[in-house]
């Protein structure tokens, strides 16, 4: 921006080509840029934005005719693009496609000047006939990096949950399984929230499933649906954004012979189908997670990466970006854990190894 020196620098041509910001700039525009900006929207010229208009995502930003994007749709590009044209720029399909340690870059790192509770707030539906579930997605939540955890449960849990760990909060709820008694205060308590995850633990009763479905059908939050409660969000379409982790048996109670991506397209959510290959997709951009190890089959290793997937988005984080870096995040603990556990890893192995590979992949 050195050599721009004002309006007379665009007198005389009849296209301007912008690239004085991009994908990297945050905060608000700041001198020269806004100057730059304000200049090229007042020049009547046609105006080009490589990759995405200067400003983007910002108040102050050019409003081109067109805009030549690299290799996909940025999130958030819409009309005040103009013109959006797909370029292709060589990135192999492997360097896109596969969840990576490059994905790290999204992980919604704190800022220095970050209170209690502003890294993310989740609320945990779960338990009942199981108390380990639900427990252990709560640890894996805060191991990844969330601010508190409050594990929702059933009077016949509420003992185990509560005391697996002295950092977790937990609030019982009367009986000993979910059932539409505790729907309404449930919801309600849902709005203090930035994600819920439902699931982990709460068993295949009639009555835990009908809740578990009204539930869903109300909360106004993003969620997480894991375990049983996949089974009961058959059929929706989610009003809010939404991961869904089944494994192979639990998606294809929900998938009636489609595929992964008509699922998702179908439900408007995000579904994560766990598997030797961990499979992302939104309906519309599908990512493959390959981290892991055989030794990852275990009794809840599922919860782990549910309570991982619902921690990032009670942090901020998009639901597609939350599944694909939970996904990895949780297979490269897997394989952390692997070096001293070997085949006798269990589930809470992977739990203990997540601040490692995010020490590593954050330096």
Known sequence: MEAYAGPESLKGF?????????????????????????????????????????????????????????????????????????????????????????????????????????????MVIGGGPYFGAPAMSAMSALRIGTDSVRVFTPESSYREVAAASPVLMATKLPGDRLDDGSVDTLLRESSGYGAVLIGPGLGASEDALQAAARFMRGCKVPMVIDADAIAASKGMQMAVPTVLTPHAGEFARISGGRSSE?????????????????????????????????????????????????????????????ACLAAYVCGKAGEEAFESKSYGLIATDVIDGIPTVLRNGLR
């Open 262 to 322: 008509e699922v998702a397209s179908a439900m408007n959510a995000v579904v994560l189908l766990k598997g030797k290959d961990d499979v992302v997709t939104d309906g519309s951009k599908t990512r493959i997670n390959s981290s892991g190890t055989p030794a990852m089959t275990g009794a809840g290793t599922g919860d782990v990466l549910a309570g991982a997937v619902a921690g990032l988005l009670a942090k901020g984080m998009g639901a597609f970006d939350a």
């Open 14 to 122: 009849d296209v301007v080509v912008d690239c004085a910001l991009g994908t990297g700039a945050s905060g608000e525009v700041r001198e020269p840029y806004l100057g730059f900006i304000e200049d090229v929207n007042a020049s009547g010229a046609f105006v080009v934005s490589a990759d995405v208009p200067s400003g983007f995502g910002t108040a102050d930003r050019v409003k081109p005719d067109v805009t030549v994007t690299f290799h996909d749709f940025k999130s958030g590009m819409d009309e005040g693009c103009g013109r959006i044209v797909v370029a292709d720029i060589g990135i192999p399909e492997d360097a896109w496609r596969k969840v990576g340690p490059g994905d790290m870059l999204r992980y919604p790192v704190p800022r220095p000047s970050s209170h209690k509770g502003d890294n993310g707030k989740l």
